[in-house]
């Protein structure tokens, strides 16, 4: 597909998105907040809705307050917590059996991105009962009201609670996005005390997916004031709070902080959308089980470098919007100022900059599965082809001798 293709289909969706309804969830704020949702289930309506978990959060008892909340209420939770870490086709139709065998009036979704995205389709399945989960690939492709949403994030990253998207992994290990403005979920809890349990590991990933939303949203094409300015706010936020977070998995002032970040950089790329960082991650991830944010953590430098002038611009003024750049510095010197900062940021993290699992057979197929994603639906600064992607894949493997250690 030819660049100036992508270009105009990108040019075309961002004067069409200006027309599209968006919204925001209702969002609950502050310590406790989730004991506050049974609330609003009640004026929805809601009596008997879908807990859509994972097994470590429901084996750690982390939805225990919650439930026995909805249950002084009056409502009936009805638990399903078989999401894998990345959820699977089989997941959501397994979530959406049991919305259909129990007569599901409501979805909650408790957890990270995974539960996240799992109650999201399943809801899509909800709304478009004829529809396959692969037939609802793509955008646009639900276009019916979902039942009522409620997002309560237990990590601090992938701004589901907020976005249009929801990502799902096939039979043959390949993820696959689902987009669709009725997948906003109407009510968002953002209670920093669920994400105190959060592992030191499991923060740090969290976190740099939260900054490569905010970073790619920035930087692409189809960025508009607003959305620039989520992402500045989200970008300052993580730098400021990100490895007190780490360090400090107690402190609730970070974790919040790390929660509002999370939430803005997730509607900053749901209006403006991601890039290659975010396809590269997805080909990695898929094929070898690596997380979703440490692969966006590991991915952003090499990503970032392979726009070269194309990015230097807009990462010069995140550079100086997080007061890391010099003052006689140039455009290009600021920009790799940023991706450095985000280089050492992985490293105080214990986040690997290198995956050696990757192996070299594999690349081109990665390739050609990033270009796939990537090509004409991500409006990055500079459109990458399957050469340019096997050449970043290869300094991810580490398998360069030559490659300057991060």
């Not at 529809?131 to 979902?146: A, F």
């Not at 004031?225 to 989520?230: D, I, L, Q």
Request: one cysteine or more; glycine letters at 8%; hydrophobic letters at 45%.
């Amino acid at each position: 597909m030819t660049k100036w293709i992508c270009r105009a289909y990108q040019q075309i969706m961002r004067a069409a998105e200006a027309f599209l309804p968006w919204r925001e969830p209702l969002l609950l704020e502050g310590e406790g907040s989730a004991l506050r949702l049974p609330e609003r289930l009640l004026a929805d309506g809601v009596r008997k809705p879908l807990l859509v978990t994972g097994p470590t959060l429901h084996r750690l008892g982390a939805m225990d307050g919650l439930c026995a909340a909805l249950e002084r209420a009056g409502i009936t939770p009805i638990l399903f917590d078989r999401v894998d870490n990345d959820p699977t086709i089989a997941n959501v139709e397994d979530a959406y059996a049991c919305y259909r065998e129990n007569s599901c009036d409501g979805i909650i979704a408790f957890g990270g991105g995974s539960p996240m995205d799992c109650a999201k389709v399943c809801g899509a399945r909800v709304a478009r009962p004829n529809r396959t989960v692969q037939q609802l690939k793509g955008m646009l492709k639900i276009r019916h009201s979902l039942p009522p949403l409620y997002a309560v994030p237990t990590t601090a990253g992938t701004g589901s609670e907020v976005t249009i998207a929801a990502v799902v992994t096939d039979e043959h290990h390949r993820k696959f996005a689902v987009g669709d403005l009725s997948l906003i979920p109407c009510v968002a809890v953002l209670d920093p005390a669920l994400t105190v349990g959060m592992p030191p590991r499991v923060t740090a990933a969290s976190g740099m997916d939260a900054l490569s939303h905010a970073v790619e949203a920035y930087i692409g094409h189809s960025n508009t004031k607003v959305t620039r300015e989520n992402a500045v706010q989200a970008a300052r936020l993580i730098f400021e709070n990100l490895e007190t977070a780490y360090r400090d998995g107690e402190k609730l002032s970070a974790r919040e902080a790390m929660q509002k970040a999370a939430y803005q950089a997730g509607l900053a790329f749901t209006r403006a959308n991601v890039g290659y960082v975010h396809a590269v991650a997805h080909a990695i991830g898929g094929r070898y089980g690596i997380a979703h944010g440490a692969a966006c953590a590991a991915a952003m430098p090499p990503v970032l470098r392979a726009y070269g002038r194309f990015a230097w611009k807009p990462l010069a003024q995140l550079a100086d919007a997080m007061g890391i750049a010099g003052e006689n510095d140039s455009t290009e010197q600021k920009a790799d100022r940023m991706i450095r900062s985000i280089e050492g940021m992985n490293t105080r993290l214990g986040l690997p900059l290198h995956y050696p699992q990757i192996a070299r057979e594999d690349i081109p197929v990665l390739a050609a599965q990033a270009a796939n994603e990537g090509n004409l639906f991500y409006p990055a600064p500079k459109i990458l082809d399957q050469s340019d992607l096997a050449a970043i894949l290869e300094e991810l493997s580490g398998s360069d001798e030559n490659m300057e250690n991060g």
